[in-house]
């Protein structure tokens, strides 16, 4: 018997990526039976080429998406950093599966933001120019996301010293 569930979330999942565990997501996928699946950016791994190689397990999970769907799942996809392509058809539905850059859910009379953590990241043409160098742009970028950080809390201007998560919270409000 399948576990009902209000919400799924499922976030940077990467299909086609070495690391992707896609058999046993289809195993979790199988056993739950959710009213909304948010699939929550960068579904599918592009960092490595421009065209990801996906095995017969990833295939299956888009099987198991579409399965959810036809049973009345509400499907929304969340545009992540690797989802340029989406943020162009965002507020489209397609195939019951609604493409957003954000949303908002009210759930039991509250206001809930879900959204891509990349937003608050670095500005996208920078990670458009690393993801043309495979893992070395990935780390790259990570090293760009730190120095960025460490700029900001130790520049001379600033009044107060803001941490990720201060900035986290400043950007999400902007966002909302």
Same mark, same amino acid.
Request: glycine content about 6%.
């Given at each position: 018997?399948?576990?009902?569930? *209000?919400?799924?979330?499922?976030? *940077?999942?990467?299909?086609? /990526?070495?690391?992707? !565990?896609? *058999?046993?997501?289809?195993?979790?996928?199988?056993?739950?039976?959710? +009213?909304?699946?948010?699939? +929550?950016?960068?579904?599918i791994d592009r960092?490595?080429?421009?065209?990801?190689?996906?095995?017969?397990?990833?295939?299956?999970?888009?099987?198991?998406?579409?399965?959810?769907?036809?049973?009345?799942?509400?499907?929304?996809?969340?545009?992540?950093?690797?989802?340029?392509?989406?943020?162009?058809?965002? +507020?489209?539905?397609?195939?019951?599966? /609604?493409?957003?850059?954000?949303?908002?859910? !009210?759930?039991?009379?509250?206001?809930?933001?879900?959204?891509?953590?990349?937003?608050?990241?670095?500005? +996208?043409?920078?990670?458009?120019?690393?993801?043309?160098?495979?893992?070395?742009?990935?780390?790259?970028?990570?090293?760009?996301?730190?120095?960025?950080?460490?700029? !900001?809390?130790?520049?001379?201007?600033?009044?107060?010293?803001?941490?990720?998560?201060?900035?986290?919270?400043?950007?999400?409000?902007?966002?909302?």
């Amino acid at each position: 018997m399948k576990r009902q569930v *209000d919400i799924c979330v499922l976030s *940077d999942v990467h299909l086609g /990526h070495p690391a992707c !565990q896609a *058999d046993k997501l289809v195993q979790y996928m199988e056993g739950i039976a959710p +009213n909304v699946l948010i699939l +929550n950016g960068d579904f599918i791994d592009r960092s490595r080429t421009h065209d990801p190689v996906l095995t017969q397990e990833a295939y299956a999970v888009f099987e198991q998406i579409l399965h959810l769907a036809g049973r009345g799942t509400k499907i929304y996809y969340i545009s992540g950093q690797q989802d340029q392509f989406f943020r162009k058809l965002a +507020n489209r539905p397609f195939l019951n599966i /609604h493409l957003r850059n954000k949303l908002i859910l !009210q759930l039991q009379g509250k206001k809930h933001l879900f959204f891509h953590g990349d937003i608050l990241s670095l500005p +996208n043409w920078v990670h458009i120019l690393l993801r043309h160098q495979g893992s070395k742009g990935f780390d790259r970028r990570i090293q760009l996301q730190l120095w960025g950080e460490w700029l !900001q809390r130790w520049r001379p201007t600033m009044k107060h010293r803001q941490t990720t998560p201060d900035l986290f919270r400043e950007r999400a409000l902007q966002i909302a």
